[in-house]
């Protein structure tokens, strides 16, 4: 399998390269140049397997020219030895049609550690083949972060630097990425929001000097493997709920479009999926753009779902390659429109070919508030607020008989103070992390300026 840049100008890549590149050298982003399909009886015979026997069988045709089988074998069982459920991602039921997936049971408690717990083994054992190391720079909203460095803390083939905005992250979020001791990895807070952050990303992938100088590697949700490994749970939750006898919906509180792009991956594939509803917070750009509104840059609000904070959402370009028909000239148009004059119109075509695949909704801060109320008297299920985002929306799309699957992408306790004030509840942390509170913290603050933030990663990265 070969990848592709989404702006069609960078050198094609196998599986390891991109996973280890992250951003093309165009700008672009990594896609596969076919997207591999499974027979509805191969999507039949996942019923009843464990999780990772499935991830297995989903994710091998991307990556079986740069691991053996023996090999990724022994990386997908070490990604997923430290969750704390035996079904990695249970599925629950909110209502006659309407089920909950619990994606909250890795160590840091957020959907993100599915895909960075697995790239952490995945870039282990292919640099140590390689006998090199790299610097991992990560932008995030709050959650990338803590996983990134829960993933690859104490490898010494990876310094990880993870940026956040100053002030804007929860403080369980915080202290994830602040208290691990190890000497590889560093949390940078940022007095920017999180477009500042993820600019600054890009800016030092397009510094090539700086790149090469320091083997600057990237696992924001940019990153392919990311995705790949988030396309599992579609398969897995579908299929316990009679896929591919059967149509599934899915609703995906989404920021990044990383989750919901893996959606759309899993449909490519295959799967039989009849919604994949977008659920936006205040920050709505993707519903608006969805809707028909174009695709421009409003100013970041804060909210009480801070890891969908985001006016400039990464994977929607890959998103945009598939809907201009893998067109990368007609992509890289867009992205200069959207640098030079902040937004850009979708052409009426590739609006025709996104509506074939996406809907979207949009939930206020007091819908949000107002959900969580109202599905801990309904279900008794306690969502943490981008759940919630999700139930809300899913709500309004529902189309029995097709069940509807909505993600739940974090664990209430990661935002105690915005639970509790919507229902009076105190989320208490799982037993395994009760003493975050106490641990001593370890950042540097940083101004939003490149150079400063380069210095300070040639300065403290170890090759
Ligand atoms: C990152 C994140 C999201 C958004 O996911 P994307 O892949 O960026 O769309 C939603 N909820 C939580 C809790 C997250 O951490």
Redesign the pocket.
């Known amino acids: 399998m070969k990848y592709i840049s989404t702006r069609g100008q960078a050198p094609e890549l196998s599986f390891e390269e991109a996973m280890l590149t992250g951003l093309a050298r165009d700008g672009g982003l990594y896609v596969p140049s076919e997207i591999p399909t499974l027979s509805h009886d191969e999507i039949a015979g996942f019923a009843g397997l464990p999780y990772e026997e499935v991830a297995f069988r989903v994710m091998w045709p991307y990556v079986s020219g740069s691991f053996s089988a023996e090999e990724f074998k022994g990386i997908i069982a070490r990604a997923y030895a430290g969750f704390g459920h035996a079904a990695l991602a249970p599925l629950k039921q909110l209502d006659s049609n309407h089920f909950l997936l619990e994606l909250f049971h890795g160590p840091t408690l957020?959907?993100?550690d599915f895909a960075m717990q697995l790239i952490g083994q995945l870039f282990q054992t292919a640099l140590k083949r390689r006998g090199d190391s790299v610097t991992i720079v990560g932008a995030t909203?709050?959650?990338?972060g803590s996983a990134a460095i829960e993933a690859f803390r104490g490898l010494d083939a990876v310094n990880v630097f993870i940026m956040y905005p100053h002030g804007r992250v929860s403080e369980v979020q915080r202290r994830q990425m602040t208290t691990p001791v190890e000497a590889n990895v560093h949390a940078l807070a940022v007095d920017g929001d999180f477009d500042d952050c993820q600019a600054a990303v890009k800016d030092m992938f397009n510094d090539f000097d700086f790149r090469d100088s320091v083997h600057l590697a990237g696992v924001n949700?940019i990153n392919f493997a990311r995705v790949l490994a988030q396309v599992v749970y579609y398969f897995t939750s579908a299929v316990a709920l009679g896929a591919p006898h059967r149509r599934v919906s899915f609703t995906?509180?989404?920021?990044?479009?990383?989750?919901?792009f893996a959606g759309f991956i899993a449909r490519q594939m295959g799967l039989p999926i009849e919604q994949l509803v977008v659920a936006t917070n205040q920050n709505d750009i993707l519903h608006r753009c969805l809707s028909g509104e174009g695709y421009f840059k409003g100013d970041t609000i804060p909210s009480i779902?801070p890891?969908?904070d985001?006016q400039v959402?990464s994977?929607f370009e890959r998103a945009l390659f598939y809907a201009y028909d893998q067109d990368g000239s007609a992509v890289a148009q867009l992205m200069d429109e959207l640098k030079s004059g902040g937004g850009f119109n979708v052409s009426q075509g590739a609006m025709q070919a996104l509506s074939e695949v996406y809907t979207s909704g949009r939930a206020s801060e007091a819908e949000t508030s107002a959900t969580i109320k109202s599905e801990l008297a309904a279900s008794g299920e306690l969502l943490?607020p981008?759940g919630a985002v999700g139930v809300k929306v899913a709500q309004e799309h529902l189309k029995p008989p097709v069940p509807m699957v909505t993600l739940a992408?974090?664990h209430p306790a990661?935002f105690p103070a915005a639970v509790e004030d919507a229902c009076g509840v105190h989320p208490p942390l799982p037993p395994r992390m009760a003493d975050l509170y106490e641990r001593p913290e370890r950042v540097t603050r940083i101004a939003n300026d490149l150079g400063a933030i380069e210095d300070h990663i040639r300065k403290h990265s170890v090759h």
């Open positions: 957020a959907f993100k909203s709050g959650d990338t949700s995906v509180p989404t920021g990044n479009f990383g989750d919901i779902s890891s969908m985001i959402s994977n943490c981008h992408t974090a990661k």
